[in-house]
């Protein structure tokens, strides 16, 4: 009685008239969220640190009939966050949803990362998601309402090799947003914490690799293109807009995501010796050693190529490619 009770406060929850902001939303899953928001009849508004890409996004949103807005701001920046809210609540008077979702993947072997690397991540990730939150909270408790969504990972519940520094700050996202779902709720507040496993959104062009850059580039886009192994990021975005519907406290995105976190918490020694396996046959240092090259300048002879035509696909479909740029066979 009381579980069905809460499904049924949760469909009765509509997004048609609210007001969503996501961090991040210039393109890959915050450009696919954006849309799925704006489907289901919500005013969005995205911002990013790149003016060119978020013109382009809020085009790509308007002309699917979305109200969208496009604010330039840098997360990492105070003040710029402060300005980034009062924008939208200028705008459209409210603010009721809240996406934390920018940042960018790197990765590279545990010998190649430094201090700067780790400290990077969680002022990109940890501490972005900490100011937008400070900023919009204070408006959602006027409110009387509101949903906080944290993109958090699996590498937020399960230490992956080769993804230290992300990891790191994924961990501390995923405490962060559990522990404010538990201050925020006497509020109406709900925070959702999100872990998706692998996702299709396009995202290996941009990231960023370290060592043996071509290889690290390989293996991660040819895992996230396998169907099996990773879910699109349409998927994705709908379980993501349905948990926040819902103000579920936590979502693992993919079949094998959740096995890894059931895995870890059962039995994580098993998890542990199975990554150790698996770091043998990753890229071993040197190459370009300690600098980053993005995935787009690091092209080999198996990515881009047939095997990770879904993430080529995804790239174009989701604003991943800067304009003129390809992802194409060498």
Not at 91 to 109: C, K, T
Not at 187 to 198: A, E, Q
Not at 253 to 274: D, M
Request: glycine share 10%; aromatic share 6%; hydrophobic share 45%.
């Amino acid at each position: 009685m009381l579980a069905g009770a809460a499904v049924a406060r949760a469909l009765r929850y509509s997004f048609a008239g609210r007001v969503v902001l996501i961090t991040g939303g210039s393109r890959g899953l915050g450009l696919v969220l954006a849309r799925r928001f704006a489907s289901e009849g919500a005013r969005v508004a995205i911002c990013a640190r790149d003016a060119e890409g978020l013109s382009r996004a809020a085009a790509d949103l308007r002309r699917r009939g979305a109200e969208a807005m496009a604010v330039e701001c840098d997360v990492r920046r105070g003040s710029e966050v402060e300005w980034l809210v009062r924008s939208v609540i200028d705008r459209w008077g409210r603010l009721d949803v809240l996406v934390n979702n920018a940042g960018i993947i790197r990765m590279g072997p545990y010998e190649e990362m430094t201090l700067d690397d780790y400290r990077e991540m969680i002022d990109e990730y940890l501490f972005a998601a900490v100011r937008t939150v400070q900023a919009v909270v204070p408006r959602m408790r006027r409110q009387g309402s509101g949903r906080v969504v944290n993109i958090s990972s699996i590498g937020g519940l399960i230490g992956v090799p080769h993804l230290l520094p992300y990891c790191a700050a994924k961990f501390a996202v995923t405490g962060f947003s559990r522990g404010l779902r538990a201050e925020l709720g006497r509020y109406g507040i709900r925070v959702t914490t999100v872990c998706p496993g692998l996702m299709r959104t396009g995202s290996p062009v941009r990231a960023q690799f370290k060592g043996r850059h071509r290889a690290q580039q390989t293996w991660f886009t040819l895992a996230g293109s396998l169907p099996g192994a990773s879910v699109s990021a349409e998927r994705a975005a709908s379980e993501i807009v349905e948990a926040c519907r819902a103000g579920q406290a936590r979502l693992v995105i993919s079949i094998p995501a959740k096995a890894a976190a059931l895995t870890e918490a059962l039995a994580p020694g098993v998890l542990s010796a199975a990554f150790g396996a698996v770091d043998r046959v990753l890229p071993r240092p040197g190459g370009i050693g300690t600098r980053w090259a993005e995935g787009l300048d690091s092209k080999s002879a198996l990515s881009p190529s047939v095997l990770t035509a879904l993430t080529a696909r995804a790239a174009e479909r989701n604003l991943e490619l800067p304009p003129g740029r390809r992802w194409e066979y060498v």
